[in-house]
């Protein structure tokens, strides 16, 4: 198949099975890009993930352009976007239409906190997995544990939190290693 039209597939099912935001969107893009296509590693859904959380716009958009470039360059890019934006598009408009005269039906409201519990599971068995990845070391532990209490018992700002741990992480691992080089 041609790769542009698979990669704007491939991201259309991430895009139109995300329920959620981002983080939701994690478990299927392990799935579809990691472990069926073999485009990337999971280290790389890890550093592209959180790149994507410290940019603006949408987690979604951002992971799907990295992606994108990775596998085919800008255009790559370009198929990626739009196909993880294509199915939100059609369904928001959709949604839009008809759900402002249902969204106080209680059916609805105990649907969607259906939804919510299934996408908190998904969240969490995301973040199982990326464990492997991240904490490989005592060192690792350690900030995982600084900025888990960080995050859920202050009011410590987020983007703070990521340059510290980049910093960190150039500190300890970085012993003048070119781009591309070891990983801790």
């Known amino acids: 198949m041609n790769i542009y039209l698979d990669l704007f597939l491939t991201f ?33 859904v890890m ?40 199915p939100s598009l059609v369904i928001i408009m959709v949604l839009a ?19 919510h519990v299934c996408v908190f599971v998904l969240i969490a068995n995301s973040v199982w997995k990326l464990r492997k990845g991240a904490i490989v070391d005592p060192i690792t532990l350690a900030l995982f544990v600084l900025v888990f209490v960080l995050s859920a018992f202050t009011d410590f700002s987020p983007i703070l939190m990521v340059v510290a741990s980049a910093l960190i992480g150039v500190a300890l691992y970085g012993k003048a290693q070119p781009f591309g080089g070891n990983k801790p």
């Not at 239409?97 to 939804?115: C, D, P, Q, T």
């Open 12 to 44: 259309a099912r991430v895009g139109g099975l995300t329920f959620g935001g981002g983080y939701a969107m994690l478990p299927i893009l392990q799935r579809e890009v990691v472990e069926k296509r073999k485009w990337v590693s999971q280290e790389d």
């Open 97 to 115: 239409a008809f759900l402002s005269n249902f969204a106080e039906v209680e059916l609805v409201r105990h649907a969607f906190a259906g939804i």
């Open 47 to 86: 550093d592209y993930y959180a790149i994507s959380q410290c940019l603006p716009g949408i987690i979604a958009v951002n992971t799907s352009l990295f992606i994108g470039n990775k596998i085919k360059g800008t255009l790559g890019s370009i198929a990626a976007v739009l196909g993880v934006v294509f």
